[in-house]
């Protein structure tokens, strides 16, 4: 008979530690049984069509331990449900992106993880924290109407209609260089934005942010959306980017 008690600290107690060993800065939450609400809403955001669907699909979740990142990303870490030590982990999809910014975007699907955290944070951190970060880059992106996602070693910006310029990096160190440079973070989706409202300020922080991002190897790029032309306050220095095509396919989580 199962201790429901015990392996809710088993649980608590390995995400704790696998937040701690990953890399960034990670928080753990634990969601016990009897939060069936947010477990329930956590159940719909997890993104996958692989292995934790399938346990998923035989074992609604029951329990969970979440853990998140200071640019809004989360991980859901959940129990195996077969005969091995261990834990699965899987991804979390933001909460406040459309349908469609999922589409031609493959899922993250998740993994096993043995019942050592130290081992599983390398696990996670060589395998899946990769393919989600890519995977959040260009949801995020596609969420902007963009034509082009960020990736690893070059930021993306996107001029909006409101005059503002948006993108969605895929390295958190480049995130830490768009806050020091007047950009906000949208909690929900990840999105990072410069307002528009003082076009110097903006042309400023534009020029600005090219050579510190360079520096750590990440390139720049700015690219409006069709039709509309770029404001004249755009610094010379980003260069365009050319349009890419996204083939439209049915998203999963």
């Not at 979440?66 to 195996?80: E, F, I, N, P, T």
């Not at 992106?97 to 081992?119: C, K, M, S, T």
């Not at 076009?199 to 509309?228: K, N, V």
């Amino acid at each position: 008979m199962y201790d429901h008690h015990d392996i809710s600290e088993r649980l608590a107690s390995y995400a704790d530690v696998l937040a701690g060993e990953l890399p960034d800065t990670w928080s753990s939450s634990h969601l016990p049984p009897d939060a069936k609400d947010d477990l329930a809403e956590l159940s719909e955001r997890i993104w996958d069509l692989d292995l934790v669907a399938a346990s998923l699909a035989e074992h609604p979740l029951q329990q969970a331990a979440v853990l998140s990142r200071l640019d809004g990303a989360q991980l859901v870490v959940l129990d195996r449900h077969d005969e091995r030590d261990g834990f699965l982990v899987a991804a979390v999809a933001p909460r406040a992106l459309p349908d469609e910014a999922y589409r031609a975007v493959p899922e993250p699907n998740g993994i096993a993880l043995a019942d050592d955290p130290f081992l599983s944070a390398e696990q996670v951190a060589g395998d899946l924290l990769a393919r989600y970060d890519s995977a959040l880059a260009q949801v995020r992106h596609n969420a902007l109407g963009g034509l082009q996602p960020s990736q690893a070693d070059r930021v993306v910006l996107t001029w909006q209609p409101d005059g503002s310029v948006a993108t969605a990096p895929v390295d958190n160190r480049a995130g830490a260089i768009l806050i020091a440079h007047g950009f906000d973070q949208d909690p929900q989706s990840g999105i990072y934005r410069l307002s528009g409202d003082d076009a110097q300020a903006q042309a400023r922080a534009l020029q600005a942010i090219g050579p510190q991002l360079e520096a750590i190897g990440i390139g720049t790029g700015l690219q409006h959306p069709a039709g509309r032309a770029a404001p004249t306050s755009a610094p010379a220095s980003v260069p365009p980017v050319t349009a890419g095509t996204r083939t439209p396919a049915a998203r999963g989580r």
